[in-house]
């Protein structure tokens, strides 16, 4: 027994002093004083040697044990400070330290949370509406019928609808947020101030200031006694709170079939400063949010009574706007990762 004690001692302690680290360690020692280990096991058989025999090789099995653990303890702790060497000698903990990349908003998020901010301010809540959208709420509830012209103006993009229920032209990418017009009212009762910031996709050439893919900010209002001139105000307000109050605006006539009268707003050229650039496509003005009194066909389809009550609806090209606010020359700028660009903002 003395003998397997000491066998058990030196081939414990020679084992630790080769293991390299911790993980070996741990194994060594279940391999010794774990449960079914080499001591473990041999502490049991004490009790089967003659009495006398017992306190002798007591004292010696306890011996056998602390050594096996003070020498596991103290390999551990060389191993430690061992590593910690190395890494010190690997690492420069003096060498100036390099700055991680932070992001932040996209400048069209960063104005986007402005503009809802100041409809907010106006008594306006922003909703979400789908990106796919039916022919319905697109056209139709906006008094554009299948065959009328203004659905020319709108590259609409067609939804494969091949082996499904759907009629052939009933679903579409919608063209514009307007498409919430429809949907909010059939739903809610005025009076109601409804701002729809969206995605909005055309067939469309892209070029310095088109895109295929584009964003709005609808807007609507509906109310009693709503008149032209507060669509003016609001224009004017919200406009000169985006861009800057010396900002100079103009409004057109123009013509959408969903209000009437139809007014075009301009803004002047912040590229060029009025002069005339490509921006402006030599103008000195840039469109910006087309609006109108919303037409009574489009308060009567979703069940208002066009006699009582009133509204006025309105579109801000956002995407137009943060490139006129940051004097852009090319909305492509927009959708280019190069961080170049984005660092600018
Ligand atoms: N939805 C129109 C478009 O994208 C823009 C528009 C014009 C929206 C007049 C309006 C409006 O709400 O009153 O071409």
Redesign the pocket.
């Known amino acids: 027994m003395e003998e397997e004690l000491m066998q058990i001692k030196n081939s414990a302690v020679s084992m630790i002093i080769e293991a390299v680290d911790q993980k070996e360690l741990e194994e060594i020692k279940l391999q010794f004083l774990g449960r079914s280990g080499r001591l473990t096991l041999t502490l049991k058989e004490i009790t089967k040697l003659p009495k006398e025999k017992r306190p002798e090789i007591g004292i010696l099995a306890n011996d056998v044990k602390r050594v096996i653990e003070e020498t596991l303890e103290n390999q551990m702790s060389n191993l430690k400070s061992q590593k910690s060497h190395e890494i010190k000698k690997r690492i420069d903990t003096t060498a100036p330290g390099i700055k991680p990349n932070l992001g932040h908003l996209h400048p069209m998020t960063q104005v986007l949370y402005e503009v809802v901010e100041v409809f907010k301010s106006l008594g306006f809540q922003a909703a979400d509406g789908p990106e796919i959208e039916t022919d319905h709420y697109n056209f139709e509830a906006l008094n554009i019928p299948k065959d009328h012209p203004a659905r020319d103006?709108?590259q609409t993009l067609y939804l494969d609808t091949r082996n499904s229920k759907v009629t052939p032209g009933d679903i579409i990418l919608r063209?514009?947020?307007?498409a919430m017009q429809g949907r909010i009212m059939e739903k809610v009762k005025p009076p109601l101030r409804v701002i729809v910031p969206g995605k909005?996709f055309r067939y469309e050439q892209v070029d310095a200031s088109h895109g295929f893919e584009f964003w709005?900010v609808?807007?609507?209002l509906v109310d009693t006694n709503v008149r032209l001139t507060d669509l003016f105000g609001t224009i004017d307000y919200v406009l000169r709170k985006l861009m800057g109050k010396d900002v100079k605006l103009k409004f057109a006539t123009t013509n959408?079939p969903?209000?009437e009268p139809?007014v075009d707003t301009y803004i002047s050229c912040t590229v060029c400063g009025g002069r005339g650039c490509s921006f402006c496509k030599y103008s000195g003005w840039s469109e910006i949010m087309?609006?109108?009194m919303i037409h009574p066909n489009v308060l009567k389809a979703v069940g208002y009574n066009s006699q009582k009550v009133s509204g006025?609806?309105?579109?801000i090209g956002l995407s137009r706007l943060v490139t006129l606010r940051y004097q852009m020359d090319d909305l492509r700028l927009l959708t280019n990762p190069d961080m170049r660009i984005l660092e600018q903002f």
């Open positions: 103006t709108q063209t514009q947020t307007s909005n709005q609808e807007g609507f959408f969903f209000v139809g087309p609006a109108g006025f609806a309105f579109a």
